[in-house]
Structure formats: C-alpha cells, structure tokens
C-alpha cells in the first residue's frame, strides 16, 4: 500500500523533525484502527452495543475507569472515593467524587460537576431509553455539592457504589451539548449524537454512521504532551477474519478489534510478521445452560416454563447426568480448536477477579469418560442397541442449540462427539444471533424461552463487583410467560439457600467477605450443575508491531488509555 | 402505447401502497429485535425500556401509518425545503424516519450510501453489460467455436463460484501476496486529481471484477441462447437469402430482436445497482446501500429496512415498466392496449 | 451456423418434435451427452460413494486436523479434523437434492406465472404486480418468518431431515421465481404475435393447446438458461441458508457450507475450499450442456445431421 507507506514516511520525516517525539503531541500522524462491526452511534447512553462505546471512548470519559489489572483509576475524579478516604459515607448510602481541577471541554468550557448531575437526569430519565440506566438503580440523587464535588446518594446501602460514572458504559457527556435532548428528545438529537463534545484525547471530526469515524487530536487535552497521534481512523464494516488479514498479513491498519475466529487462521497470519494478536480476560465465560425444566412441544403454554418443581425436565432433572455431560467434555480441546490463546479451561461460572475464583470445582479441568459413565450406569441409564443409554423409556437424547458463529458450531461438533461416547445423542441447532438474543415474544427461538434441552452463549459481568451477576439465578429471575420471558435466570434454577446467600451478598461489604460469599454462590451452582462453564474467554485484537502503548483491557473499552498509544521508533 | 403507460404508472400507486403494508406487515412478523445487539450486561428490564422509547410499545397500524406520513408527507416537504432554501409549515416539529441503530434520519443515511453503491456496483453493471453482450453475440454465431466453449466455461464457472469465494481469492492474491490493490475500501477518498483518480480505480478493481464478472456470466448466456434461437428464425433466412450482409444481419435483424431477454434481465438487475450487493460490499468494506440494508436487518432496525426496500420497489416497478416499453420498442407487434 | 445449410427447407415450427426425435436429436449433442454422462457420474458418485468409501462425515479425527492431501484422507480433513472427501460426497448428496428440487419448483413457478401473465392479457396486470411485489420483498425477513412459522411444525411432521429439506427447497424455490417469470413472459409476448401463433387461434386452437404446442417450445431458450443458473443458485443459496440458521444442522454437510466454512482457511488448507468448489462447478457446467443440447434438440427449427 503506497498511501500506507507515504503515512509510515511522512510519520519518519515528522520523528526526525521532533526532538522529543515521544512526547510531542500529535507528532506520529494518523492512527488507523478497523472494527468489523462498526460503530453506529457515538452517544453510548443510546448504542448499540461495545462497538459504539469504544468509538464514544476516544472522547468522552467516565470519573473512574478500570486499568488491565482490573484495578479502579480515576479519570475525571481527583481521587478514588473509599470509606476510608471519607469519599463513601459510614452507612454505605452515599459516596461523594472530588473532581480533577482545571479540566475543559474540548470547546474550551470548564468542565463542572454540574455535567456530572445532568449526565445523571439525563440517563434516569423515564422516556430517554438510556441503556446505562441500571447502574443508576438505587440512586436516589446526584447532586453538585460546588464545581468539583459531586454527592451521589442512594436508597439504599450500597456494598460496592461504583456504578454510576465508572467505566467506559457510562461517562460524562457535557451539559451545555445535551441540555435540549432529554427523556423523549434523545433519539433527535441527531448532531449531538454524532458528535459528542468530550474530555479525552481525541474531538470527532467526521462520522459517517456505520461506516467510518474520524478524530482529531483535542488541543485543549489535559496532558499537554499527548495523544501522540493527530488523528485516528476507525473503519467499520466486513468480517474478522478480513480485518486480521488488514493488520497481520497486509498492514493496511494498525489495529483489529474483536477478533474471534479459529486460533489457526490466526497464527498463520501472525507469520507475516506484521502485527501481533493480543488477548485480556475479564469476566466473559463461554457456558452452557441445562434445562431444567421440560421443553416438549406437547406441553403447550407449559413448555419450559418452570412450575415450583412440578415441571421437570425427563432426564436432566436427574444429577447424574448433568455431572456426566459435564465429566464428559474435553475443556482443553474446546479451547485449542476454537480460542487459543484467547481461551482458558474454567470450571466457574464466576472466573474473574481472581479473589472471586472458586478452586472447589477443578474436578472438571480433566475429562474423565469413565467416570461418567459410570455414573450414568449407577443411575440406570442403560445402554440401547443403538449406544444410546434410556431409561423407562427416556433416550438421552439432547437438542443442543446456539447462536451462529463459526467457534460456536465448532464447539458444538465436538462436544457432540464427546458426548457420543457416554451414550448421549445430540441434534445441533443453530440460531441467528439476531433472533436467539432477542427478545421477541412471539418468536420460538430466543434464548429466553429456550425450546431446547441445552443452549450455550457466553456471558459477563460489567466492571468487578459480580453481585448484580449472581442475582440472576434468583427463582424471580426466571422467564416464563408472566413476565413477557422477562429474566436471567435461563435455566430456571430455584433454591431456597441460593436466594439466602445472594440477599446477604447484598447487605456485605469488604471485599474479602463478599468474594468468600461469591465463590459460595457460584459452588453451588457448579455442585448443582444447572449451568456447565466450558471456557473463560479473553477478548482479542490484533496490533502492528509499529503501534506502541495498547494494553488490551477486558475490563473497560480498550481506548482506556488511548491516549498513550504512540508510533513505536 | 402512452395510455398504457399513464394507466401503469396510475396502477403503481396501490401496487407501492401494498407492497410497503406487506413488507412492514414482514418486518413487524420477523423474530428480529433492536435489543439484540446491546451486550448481555444489559439487563431484560432496560432493553423493555429501550424498546418502549423506540415505539415498539404502539399497536401495529399506528406505526405503519406514521411510518407512511413520515416517509411520504414529511420526507418530499424537508427535500423540498433543502432544494428551494424555503420553509413549508412546521418543520422543526415535523418527524422524519428515523433509523433505530443510529438514531439518525433513514433517508440522510441512505444518501450517505448511495455515491459509493452507484460508483461501485453501477460501474460493474456497464461493464457486466459491455463485456457480456458482445461474448454473448459473438459465441453465439460461433456456435461450439473454441471462443464459444471457452466462454461458456468461464461464465458457468463465474456464476457457480459465490461472490465470497472469488472476493476472498482475489484479496489474498493481490493484496497480500502481490500487494497491487487495496483490501479495503476508503469511502471518504475524494477524487481531485489525477493522482486521487488512480487511487480510486486501484480501490474499485477487485469489487468491479468480481462483482462485473458474475453479473457478466448471466447475461452473456441469456444473450447467447437468445441469439441462438433467433439465427434459426424465418426472417433471418429470408434477409440472408435478400443479399444482406451477415454483419448487417446480425446486428440490425437478430440482436434487436434478441434482446427482449437482454432487457428482461438488465431491468432487473439495474435496481439492484441501488440495493447494493451485500456481499461484495462486506468483504471489501465499501459499506454502501447493501451493507446499511443488512447491518439494519440483522439489528432489527425496522424503520430503514422498510424505507430501503420501499425505494427499491418503487425502483423495480420502474424499471419493469420500463421493460415493458422496451419491449414493444424491439418488437413492434407486441401490443398492450 | 455451421452445418444448418444441408437442408434449406425448415420443418414447420407449428410442430413440436416427438419425443423419440428429441432423444435422438440430443444424442446427437457432443457436449449433452458429456454433460448427461457427468452429472449422471457424480449423481452416481455422491449415492454410492458416500456407501462404498464408508467414512463418517461427521466423525472428528482431532489429532489430524488441517490435513493436506494423504492416503487416508485423500482430499484432506477440515479443522476439526473431519474428512473432506467423506463430506463432499455427504454434502453432494443433499446439494444436488436441493439444487434439482428447488431448480424444478423456481422453474414450474416461474414459467406458469409468465406463460399466464404473457398469453392472457387479462392476467398479466396482476400477476406482474404480483411478481413485483415479490421482487421488493427482502428475503431475509422473509426467511426468518418462515423459519419461525414453519421449522418447528415441518420439524415434528417430518422428522429433522425431511422437514428441513423441504422448508430449504420450498424457500429458494418460492425467492427465485420472478427472473424466469418475466423472461418468459417477454418471450410469450413476442411468440404470441408470431403468425403461426395468431393462425393457429384463426383456426379456433384451445389456449392450452396453443401454449404446449407452439408458445412454449418457443420460448424454451430462457427457461434453459434459468435452469442451468436455477441449480448454482440454489446450491449457493443453500449455504446462506445454513449459515442464517435455517439450513440443515450445523455438523450436517453441504456442497455450499463446506465452500463458505472453507474461505477463511483458504490460505492455510486450500485443498478444503477447492472440492466443493471444483464440484459445485462441475455441476453447473453439466447441467449447462445438457440444457444446450435439450434446447437444440427441442428448438423445431434446428435440425442436425
């Protein structure tokens, strides 16, 4: 690529000139990043999903953000408030944000905690349909104490106050910008939305909605000596493997995000010797979820819906063969075939932050076919003419269902076969995501109504505090045609200990404590086997070797430092 | 003939009206939702209140009616205001159609789109046309000539190779290993000079080859059977047996004649020169009309998958009209009326 | 032409050749013979291949994944270590089911509507609107609605294969009609202005008897076309489908969803996405001469010696 080439010369020339180039603003040109799925908002109160949050990160920030290590650092905040500190009232019910002093926005206004409160009306605003609104669940007010103090306060005694303001899903948008587009008049603001007026390393110069998005540096950024790009580029469109192929083997763009696709595509790429693929994990477990209630279509308006117990399902109500599905399957191969070094074995449902991973469920790092089929025998499934085991006239016999995605429909072959071998048959059913991850009442497919003995997706948490996480195998939680198949709870688990242990998570603090009280929850999920954890998964990207400064981050945005991202010399 | 025609174009109107009700009859039947996309975090009880704030809460026929007046009353008064500079009643509190994934006005978007769907895929279309109606004439008159098995051979494999096969081939083949062209396409790229005008054809090589040569590979063995049958015709013996030149013909008695499905197929192809080709669009990047098409049906969004396809319709009713009129212009004894 | 001057004289075209003159008309036809001969071969192939090479298409060999071409897996194995040849002659089997049957119904569909639509004035307004509309239809939305609707109920009538099958030629059958509806149609308009048309009406001919007899053989040089480019259609369709999640399962192979599954390895096991491409290929160009020599031999002015 000659336009590449002329970039990479003009970047040299600009090196030579610089005499401190490392710490010369805008000194190393332009910055060319491709998401395959492209942003489509820059408002990320009203996105579409990570994909738009990441593009909003270049500009605007949150008070506090999580670094790689999932430790909490403070952005606009001064400092990060703690009980200790005084920042976080004795009784948990408020927590008070001191504000970094002499911060503008991009257009040269001082930045207020006045923005912070607006932000906050602006999100909890009935009609705006914000999809940051959960974090601001129990707050009763946010209120600007002067310039740069800001009180948040709650209904009740929050354990972990760190939802509002702290993570790239919910920053601070400037009050000036947005004053006129509250509740109903969000979607309207058209120009705001594309062009959010920010604090961070980077103002939008131009955004074509899914398609391209471009930046220029901000003049008025707080570290007079950064962002080392002027400008960044952030194409959208096509598939992963092609935006690998654009980083790794052609060298078009610097970096490609999201890349989930067989680790050997990968590798094979790599080779070229042009960029380098990275990976972080956070929280996200790729899992399946065992029904436990009974999907026959025969049921009628009481398919898979969970009647106190009355419901159960043929065979998977039974222990035995939940632990033997589980015994039965190679984590190892799951992760070398679909993840590489994007994967790791996880026998929790809970993998992350190490203080919350439990050890007490390593049983299922090695696959052990003889001991599930053992079991199974005890339980007295026995074996058919065709090898597959019955019981008063049950087959185990699975319809195993997911979203399209290449990894996935591999995953399932394999597991399959695994399952083959204890006597288990398994249809494979896929879904478009599209339709399994919505929520569309009349339709037969989604996730929540789970027409199938066993589906897998995999999911996570936001930040670190995993209570809002484990509250969604509550017995309320689970869907059903009360509440419009409303819920988290997918495998329609319901104990009457779990609700215990999961109310007192929310009345705990320190951190020690309420991680002891997660790993417990997330035990006995695991013993119970009502979901079965198969890989905890990173995210991953891939950078030219030139790109110096990433630090794949699976906590917050990976622009979360994009402000030390430079030209390596 | 033009009584027919001012008696199509009246007929269009409910053909248009019927066809939008169905089509959002479709779209609202679909298992696709807008929330589908938003990361799992986000809990059940917020996507019911993102899909409240985009209307989905109002019964069926109110949307589809205010889908109508936004799209049909709402959309010509703005286009009008912006041409004349004027302004017609209440134009700030008149509602256009928005799209739900980027909040942004649906037709603002697809004017985004078009410059690079009609660069793109319109100039594969001529070329298509330019290289497959010659092929075409001439493999017919050379009927099992070596010109002709060849060329059947390269169009039957052209159409039987999906567009994502030979768009990845060539990718690998000119971008990554002879590193000649580009892989992805810059849709912000101006052309001002000659220099830019360079850039822009090495961008646009790959896609128009692989879009052109399979448009190509159809259209050429439509002409050629065409062709054939017509060689065999009275006429032609009759004009040869006058003393005609074969050169004369062909090309004045048998291609005129041939080309009822010529055009047959071009007009159907041209409206899709609008709609974009998803594919070939996906796998270079150069996010025109089809990719905003898909990436709005994958997310659900119902509001720019319904003003699309009614444009697009409003096109293929065109354009087969159009066809109509050829037809009786190629052949004089076809009659309507 | 290159041997039409050994007899100047034309047979009527008011006459439709017997069916034994088509046979022999067609075994005349070099390239139909070749083409019948190689797709019969590869009907043939995938039917009793799949039986005599007796490996299981979905079995994963996991150690030997991403094999190149060797004498136990001789078109190689896939990335989960899945043997190639044993997939294309499983994926053959269904690819070149759909392929015909979704051909066949696209064809039956397309050429009724524009027969109709060209011959009876009456019914060309509404039909063509009618052709219009389906045109204008987005196909994916549609496609997700008719999953919904009806893989479930197929799915328990006809057990997961059948039913499948089915919904998958019942699908591309009824989105791909409308190019050969108004391609005949264009050519039923001008065949019926032809004189014999108009002298076998002066002679009182029931329509029915006209269309077999003199409109359609005729207009048969489109609808040849459209089969030949019906069948790579559906076979690629097919795979679009699979992908979208209506298809047949996943692990469950085609011609269509090994080449798409095979692209992004096409740098690291190009072997994978060459068979089925090669097959997929093979048959489209068989199909093509067969169709050649069945238009030549059925076009009543052509006669070869």
């Known amino acids: ?569 | 003939m033009s009584r027919y025609v001012a008696r199509r174009l009246l007929f269009a109107v409910p053909t248009l009206l019927v066809i939008s009700f169905i089509v959002f009859a479709l779209l609202d039947l679909a298992p696709s939702d807008p929330t589908a996309q938003l990361p799992l975090t986000i809990p059940p009880e917020t996507r019911q209140a993102i899909r409240e704030s985009l209307g989905l809460g109002q019964p069926f026929h109110i949307r589809y009616l205010k889908w109508l007046d936004q799209f049909l009353v709402n959309e010509p008064l703005n286009l009008l205001e912006r041409m004349w500079g004027i302004e017609i009643g209440d134009s700030a509190g008149r509602l256009r159609v928005r799209s739900w994934a980027t909040r942004a006005p649906v037709v603002d978007l697809i004017a985004s789109r078009l410059p690079q769907t009609l660069t793109v895929v319109g100039i594969s279309y001529i070329v298509a046309i330019l290289i497959a109606v010659p092929v075409g004439v001439y493999s017919a008159c050379r009927q099992y000539s070596i010109f002709d098995q060849a060329g059947t051979f390269v169009t039957m494999v052209g159409f039987s190779v999906p567009t994502f096969f030979t768009g990845t081939v060539l990718i690998v083949v000119f971008s990554v290993w002879l590193d000649w062209f580009p892989s992805i396409y810059d849709t912000t790229h101006r052309v001002t000079d000659l220099e830019s005008l360079l850039v822009q054809v090495r961008q646009m090589v790959m896609p128009v080859m692989v879009l052109g040569l399979f448009n190509a590979a159809q259209l050429s063995r439509f002409t050629r059977s065409s062709v054939l049958e017509n060689l065999n015709q009275d006429y032609v013996r009759t004009a040869r047996a006058k003393g005609v030149a074969e050169r004369g013909v062909i090309l004045v008695h048998v291609l005129r004649n041939s080309l009822i499905p010529v055009v047959t197929v071009i007009a159907l192809g041209l409206p899709t020169t609008f709609a974009g080709a998803i594919i070939t669009e996906q796998i270079f990047r150069i996010n025109g009309v089809g990719q905003l098409l898909i990436g709005a049906i994958e997310g659900g969004d119902i509001p720019t998958v319904q003003t699309v396809t009614f444009i697009f319709a409003v096109l293929i009713v065109a354009f087969n009209l159009v066809a109509d009129v050829l037809y009786g212009v190629l052949d004089p004894r076809i009659r309507y009326d | 032409m290159i041997d039409g001057s050994t007899d100047p004289a034309p047979q009527g075209p008011q006459h439709r050749p017997p069916a034994r003159g088509v046979w022999q008309q067609f075994r005349r036809h070099k390239g139909a013979v070749a083409g019948a001969a190689v797709f019969a071969l590869m009907a043939l192939g995938v039917l009793l291949g799949a039986a005599v090479y007796g490996v299981d298409p979905q079995y994963l060999d996991y150690l030997s994944r991403n094999q190149g071409i060797s004498l136990a897996h001789p078109m190689g194995t896939d990335n989960l270590g899945r043997d190639t040849l044993a997939r294309v002659l499983a994926g053959g089997q269904i690819s070149l089911a759909v392929g015909v049957a979704a051909m066949v119904l696209s064809l039956t569909l397309g050429t009724f509507v524009g027969v109709m639509a060209g011959f009876f004035r009456r019914l060309d307004g509404p039909l063509m609107r009618f052709t219009d509309l389906f045109l204008a239809l987005p196909v994916l939305p549609l496609l997700l609605v008719g999953i919904m609707l009806f893989r479930d109920p197929l799915r328990a009538a006809l057990g997961p294969e059948a039913g499948i099958f089915i919904l998958i030629v019942a699908v591309i059958g009824l989105t791909s009609w409308m190019q050969t509806a108004r391609l005949v149609r264009g050519e039923v308009l001008a065949v019926k202005e032809r004189e014999f048309v108009i002298a076998a009406r002066g002679v009182g001919a029931a329509p029915r008897y006209i269309i077999l007899r003199h409109v359609l053989p005729n207009a048969l040089s489109p609808i040849t076309v459209a089969a030949t480019l019906g069948i790579a259609n559906a076979i690629i369709t097919e795979s679009a489908l699979s992908f979208l999640g209506l298809g047949f399962p996943s692990d469950f192979p085609t011609w269509g969803r090994l080449l798409f599954d095979g692209v992004p390895f096409l740098e690291i096991a190009p072997a994978r996405v060459l068979w089925p491409g090669l097959a997929i290929s093979l048959t489209v160009l068989s199909v093509n001469y067969m169709g050649d020599g069945l238009r030549d031999a059925l076009d009543p002015r052509v006669r070869r010696h």
């Open chain 1, 1 to 569: 690529m000659s336009r590449l080439r002329g970039l990479i010369l003009t970047t040299t020339i600009l090196v030579v000139f610089a005499t401190a180039a490392y710490a010369q603003r805008g000194a190393d040109g332009e910055l060319r990043m491709l998401y395959w799925q492209a942003p489509s908002v820059l408002n990320p109160f009203l996105s579409g999903g990570t994909k738009d949050i990441h593009a909003a990160a270049f500009v605007i920030e949150p008070l506090a953000r999580y670094d790689d290590n999932a430790n909490m650092v403070p952005a606009l905040a001064a400092e990060i408030p703690t009980v200790e500190n005084g920042g976080v009232a004795a009784d948990l019910k408020s927590v008070t944000w001191k504000l970094r002093k002499g911060v503008t926005w991009s257009d040269g206004t001082p930045f207020t905690a006045a923005d912070v409160a607006f932000t906050a009306a602006y999100c909890m605003h009935p009609d705006g349909g914000c999809n940051a609104a959960p974090r601001f669940e129990n707050v009763a007010a946010v209120e600007a104490v002067d310039d740069h103090t800001v009180r948040i306060s709650f209904k009740v005694a929050m354990p972990f106050p760190y939802g509002p303001f702290v993570g790239s899903t919910c920053p601070v948008i400037q009050k000036k910008q947005f004053e006129g587009c509250l509740g109903a008049k969000a979607p309207e603001c058209t120009a705001q939305n594309f062009g959010p007026i920010g604090t961070g390393a980077f103002k939008v110069k131009e955004f074509r909605p899914n398609d391209v998005v471009r930046y220029e540096m901000n003049e008025r950024y707080r570290n007079p000596d950064q962002p080392a790009f002027a400008s960044v580029l952030v194409k959208g469109g096509g598939d992963a493997v092609s935006a690998a192929r654009a980083v790794l083997e052609t060298g078009e763009f610097d970096y490609a995000w999201n890349l989930q696709v067989e680790p050997e595509i990968l590798a094979a790429m790599e080779k070229a010797g042009k960029g380098k693929v990275v990976s972080a994990f956070g929280t996200l477990v790729e899992r399946l979820i065992v029904q436990l209630t009974n999907p026959d279509p025969a049921l009628g308006d009481k398919r898979s819906t969970y009647q106190d117990g009355k419901n159960p399902h043929p065979f998977l109500s039974d222990p035995a063969v939940r632990r033997a599905l589980s015994l039965a399957i190679d984590r190892n191969i799951l992760v070398e075939a679909g993840y590489g070094q994007a994967g790791r074995v996880t026998c929790n449902i809970l993998p992350a932050p190490p203080a919350y991973a439990s050890t007490a469920n390593d049983w299922c790092k090695t696959q052990d076919v003889a001991a599930a089929n053992k079991l199974l025998d005890e339980a007295g499934w026995v074996r058919g003419s065709d090898g597959i085991r019955a019981r008063d006239g049950v087959r185990l016999s699975i319809l195993y269902q997911t979203s399209t995605n290449s990894v996935r429909q591999g995953t399932q072959a394999l597991i399959k076969q695994m399952w083959r071998q204890i006597g288990v048959e398994t249809e494979l059913k896929n879904i478009s995501a599209s339709v399994f991850f919505g929520s569309d009442p009349a339709s037969p497919d989604t996730y929540q109504k789970f027409y199938a003995d066993i589906q897998m997706y995999a999911n996570q948490f936001n930040g670190t505090d995993p209570q809002a996480y484990m509250q969604g195998w509550l017995c309320k939680e689970i869907p059903g045609p009360d509440n419009q198949w409303i819920g988290n709870n997918m495998p329609r688990y319901c104990d009457a200990e779990y609700e215990k242990l999961a109310a007192e998570l929310a009345k705990t603090a320190g951190i020690e404590k309420r991680a002891a009280i997660a790993k417990r929850l997330n035990d006995m999920l695991m013993d119970y086997g009502a979901l079965i954890p198969l890989v905890h998964r990173g995210e991953v990207g891939a950078h030219a070797l030139s790109l110096g400064g990433v630090r794949i981050n699976a906590w917050d945005a990976l622009q979360w430092n994009i402000n030390e991202w430079h030209r390596r010399k």
